[in-house]
């Protein structure tokens, strides 16, 4: 496997380390450089030399630099991150899930690989793995594997249940991710289990999250609060500190895929944050999400319409601009909206919440004043 991933962004150049969430810009005469070498076998230049020892400890003289480093190619547009929902899946039962019901079904290892090489080949360099939960997925193994040999920088997104199992450590500490954010339900086994759902959650996130940790992963913790854990808030914050990882807190639910709001009655109204007026965001443009059929939207929120990737190819995301546009119209009710400028919630967003038929204060201003009053 390749030490070090050279790759074009834009008007700029990246040297990128797998599982690192460190990169280093440099000029289009030094990457014209490594370029050259790597076509012609020779050695690993004398400044990425130095680059990779000071930035990274990793010792790359000598070496051949086709066989040190991975050269991307350019891809047509602007996309450079994307997640992927590789199975829809879990292990947990969560009252607050926005995927509501969650089945197991997706592509199978051919749909899988042709949605990576597409997705390499649109330029996507930074690629989250998510779910349902990713790890529980049978096929997750070779699909982290060939994701990391086609030279994406790989973020995991799990409920952390699987990672204390020897084999899944063993291909994680082999191929580390960029990031693996673990969400976090609870500080004790009762409040845990509850809003999972499943006896035992608490034990087996406990053991993985402590296998991660004792294995050097670069962790971050998702602290769900909810009104059935809000009483634990504090705990789990300790919990964080202790093991002195970073954490960012989640308390605004949201309805399912579906448009379903059988999860909204789970929020702890005291513990809801309210965002920075919406200002726009680069879903569509930069961006994109992809279901466990392969199809391609602006995101997780603003699923339709959407692209078939496997079928369509690269090719087919020509088209997502211009759907990430159309879909930040405000329409329906936030028509005309006199507050639209300190808005805090998108477009697909407030559909969501509107097709599901939730109360305005749940997502909007005028509820809000109104709840005020």
Not at 111 to 123: H, P
Not at 324 to 346: I, P
Request: hydrophobic share 40%; with cysteine.
């Amino acid at each position: 496997m390749h030490d070090l991933i050279a790759a074009p962004l834009q008007d700029q150049h990246l040297i990128l380390r797998p599982g690192s969430r460190r990169a280093v810009k440099v000029g289009s005469s030094k990457f014209a450089d490594l370029c050259d070498a790597v076509a012609g076998g020779q050695p690993v230049p004398a400044w990425l030399v130095d680059v990779a020892r000071r930035v990274w400890g990793v010792d790359a003289s000598g070496r051949p630099a086709d066989a040190a480093v991975l050269v991307r190619e350019p891809g047509p547009y602007e996309l450079s991150r994307a997640t992927w929902e590789i199975n829809l899946g879990c292990d947990f039962d969560c009252e607050h899930c926005y995927l509501g019901e969650k089945r197991f079904e997706g592509l199978d290892w051919d749909g899988k690989e042709r949605l990576l090489t597409v997705m390499r080949d649109a330029g996507v360099i930074w690629l989250q793995l998510t779910g349902g939960e990713p790890l529980i997925d049978p096929q997750f193994p070779a699909a982290y594997r060939l994701a990391h040999e086609l030279g994406m920088q790989v973020e995991l997104l799990s409920n952390g249940s699987q990672l204390a199992k020897p084999r899944m450590m063993e291909l994680l500490t082999a191929l580390p991710p960029t990031k693996t954010s673990l969400s976090v339900y609870g500080a004790s086994a009762e409040t845990y289990d509850g809003l999972t759902r499943r006896r035992g959650a608490f034990k087996r996130f406990t053991r993985g999250l402590d296998a991660a940790v004792a294995a050097g992963l670069n962790i971050d913790l998702s602290l769900i609060i909810t009104n059935r854990n809000a009483h634990e808030a504090d705990a789990m914050r300790a919990w964080a500190d202790r093991l002195g990882l970073p954490y960012r807190e989640y308390a605004n639910i949201s309805p399912t895929i579906h448009g379903g709001a059988e999860t909204l009655p789970s929020q702890s109204p005291e513990h809801l944050t309210h965002r920075a007026p919406f200002t726009g965001c680069p879903a569509g443009h930069t961006f994109f999400h992809a279901d466990p059929f392969g199809r391609a939207s602006i995101c997780k929120v603003g699923r339709e319409p959407n692209i078939d990737l496997p079928t369509e190819g690269v090719a087919g995301l020509a088209r997502l601009g211009s759907i990430a546009d159309s879909l930040m119209l405000r329409t329906g009710g936030c028509s005309g909206c006199q507050l639209s400028s300190t808005c805090r919630v998108c477009r697909p967003m407030a559909k969501v919440f509107q097709e599901a038929k939730a109360p305005l204060h749940s997502y909007c201003q005028h509820g809000m004043k109104e709840t005020a009053s």
